[in-house]
């Protein structure tokens, strides 16, 4: 039988797959192969569900023709790797790198435009589950970003480690993910950091600090996020005891000016550098340099990295200024020689993580300017039965899409038919909505966005915290409007904890009732539905435990002064140590 590619394609047409794989394979005996035939044998075994065999099909062509296609085609049947098959192919996986490599080097490519293509395709998303994403991690992308640091794509090392922690760590945003992840990229990152040094031949600082020391502060991004309004809130308080003992400059990594940010810190009469405006380049490397010249030349004593731990470890070991410090405010498990001083934004007894030698403290809170329309509340309360309670947590939708808290929530408006559940999210999750028709609860949850969270804090009558992982400041601003909050006692880091450590710290804050109420609120709290079923039950005790959580707010968190002091102590100590 004469074999062609026209009877191949008769085949596939009458989807007889295997014959047309029989005949692709006699084919390439005859004539060899071709980037059109390598392909075609990589979609048959697609087809019939032999992704390996599409896989060597598809880097086959790759090898012939260099062409784009036939590294995505490959990337599509990898997708369909199991566990144990991503373990066992090194030598697929191998060829990735190396393609990854050639499409960087000889071809130009957007290497972060590529990065985020392949990530794309082998679906490492937070769709896909934990294990599989930390099988790609160590298997595929640990040595990608080794082949990245070895061949010096610094702006792609960096990238690419973003990339990893959008996806693996806030999957499930648990301090032992990161860890996890930071054990494996760090070593990689900061030697990155040092041969960069190495290679632009950069001096160590000889420095001596000023009388009023010049601290740094890094932000990644010009948007105000949780950490950055703790930033605004320290600042306030070193305004209001006077200015003292520091100096703070603001450094700005990515994106424009925006409005809300700079009016903040120009009321304070701080300089702003935002690093992408002054080099022109979003280049990462670049703005590294800089900002390292820019720290000399301005006798900055130490750079405080606040809260973000993306990208310590490459430019803390470029050496970037004197004294480099890391301000943590959500995770902590970078170990990394190059951090001169690590300083909590909680005190030590809340927090697990904060070891002997770290800087302790608290972060206040800033006090809300907005004028709530109290008829706007009542309109929307008005839309429900009269007696119905509402119930609600502000969050994004992967805190609140855990099944164990799910589950908790299912289980109070089950035992307590007056009660809805307010949510919150950038997008309505599906998971979540499916799981309260799964209990039948469609009609007893209402999604509310992405909301003002002091407007809402006043529609709530109760505030649920979510759990494993805390909904984190909302929480807080709902205690600040004299609302009842279902504390999550359990979990490494949460406001049941910084409430206890506050109440122990500054005993004189609060009466002798308010401490002896916390006492019974802590014993209460062990059992989260027994505790929310209390506060639904019994309007007064409701009302008592509203009062108390205003009172904490208002005499510890809005105290921005009592946080402050304690902070410009950590700095100045760092920078004259």
């Not at 290679?199 to 991004?221: C, D, M, V």
């Not at 120009?266 to 405006?277: K, T």
Request: proline content about 3%; charged content about 20%.
């Amino acid at each position: 039988m004469n074999i062609s590619t026209e009877s191949i394609n008769s085949l596939i047409a009458q989807n007889q797959f295997e014959a047309a794989i029989e005949q692709c394979l006699k084919l390439e005996s005859e004539r060899g192969s071709s980037v059109a035939l390598s392909t075609t044998l990589g979609d048959l075994c697609q087809q019939i569900g032999h992704p390996i065999n599409a896989a060597y099909s598809y880097i086959k062509a790759y090898q012939l023709g260099y062409e784009r296609s036939s590294f995505e085609k490959l990337l599509l049947s990898m997708r369909q790797f199991s566990i144990d098959i991503i373990i066992q192919e090194n030598t697929v996986i191998q060829s990735v790198i190396n393609i990854l490599q050639h499409e960087i080097n000889n071809k130009n490519a957007n290497a972060n435009e590529l990065l985020g293509l392949l990530l794309n395709i082998i679906n490492f998303t937070r769709e896909n589950t934990i294990d599989k994403n930390r099988t790609w991690f160590e298997v595929l992308l640990i040595p990608m970003l080794t082949m990245l640091a070895d061949t010096k794509q610094y702006h792609s090392l960096i990238v690419l480690e973003t990339m990893i922690y959008q996806i693996m760590v806030k999957q499930d945003e648990h301090e032992s993910t990161f860890a996890y992840m930071m054990e494996k990229v760090t070593p990689i990152q900061n030697a990155a950091g040092k041969e960069c040094a190495k290679a632009q031949n950069l001096q160590p600082f000889n420095h001596s600090p000023n009388k009023r020391p010049r601290i740094g502060f890094f932000l990644h991004t010009s948007s105000v996020l949780a950490h950055v309004q703790v930033l605004f809130s320290f600042l306030r308080g070193w305004s209001q005891l006077g200015k003292p003992d520091i100096e703070p400059v603001i450094y700005v990594l990515s994106g424009r000016r925006v409005e809300e940010m700079h009016v903040e810190f120009s009321q304070h009469g701080l300089d702003i550098v935002y690093l992408e405006q002054h080099t022109d380049t979003s280049n990462i490397v670049s703005n590294m340099l800089y900002l390292r010249q820019h720290v000399k030349t301005s006798n900055v004593s130490v750079m405080v990295w606040v809260s973000v731990g993306m990208l310590i470890p490459f430019a803390f070991g470029m050496r970037i200024a004197p004294k480099q410090a890391w301000w943590t405010m959500k995770y902590h498990s970078i170990e990394l020689d190059d951090i001169d001083a690590y300083v909590s934004g909680s005190l030590r007894a809340a927090n697990p993580y904060v070891k002997e030698d770290w800087y302790e403290g608290f972060s206040s809170l800033n006090r809300p300017t907005a004028n709530i329309n109290a008829d706007e509340v009542q309109q929307i309360r008005e839309q429900f039965p009269e007696g119905t309670l509402i119930l609600g947590t502000m969050a994004r939708e992967e805190l609140i899409n855990r099944e164990v808290f799910l589950d908790m929530v299912c289980s109070i408006l089950e035992r307590h038919e007056n009660t809805l559940f307010f949510w919150t999210g950038r997008e309505k999750n599906e998971n979540i909505t499916t799981y309260f028709t799964n209990r039948g609860l469609s009609n007893r949850h209402v999604f509310i966005g992405w909301v003002q969270v002091d407007f809402y804090a006043q529609v709530f009558d109760i505030y649920l915290d979510c759990f494993p992982y805390c909904s984190g400041l909302n929480l807080v601003y709902t205690m600040a409007a004299e609302r009842a909050v279902v504390f999550n006692p359990c979990g490494d880091i949460n406001y049941y904890h910084i409430v206890n450590a506050l109440m122990d710290k500054y005993p004189d804050r609060m009466s002798s009732k308010d401490t002896l109420f916390w006492q019974e609120v802590k014993s209460l709290s062990q059992n989260y539905l027994s505790f929310a079923s209390l506060l639904i039950e019994d309007p007064q005790f409701r009302k008592k435990s509203a009062g108390f959580n205003q009172r904490v707010v208002e005499n510890i968190f809005y105290d921005q002064g009592l946080s402050a002091e304690t902070y410009i102590q950590n700095f100045k100590q760092i920078a004259l140590s």
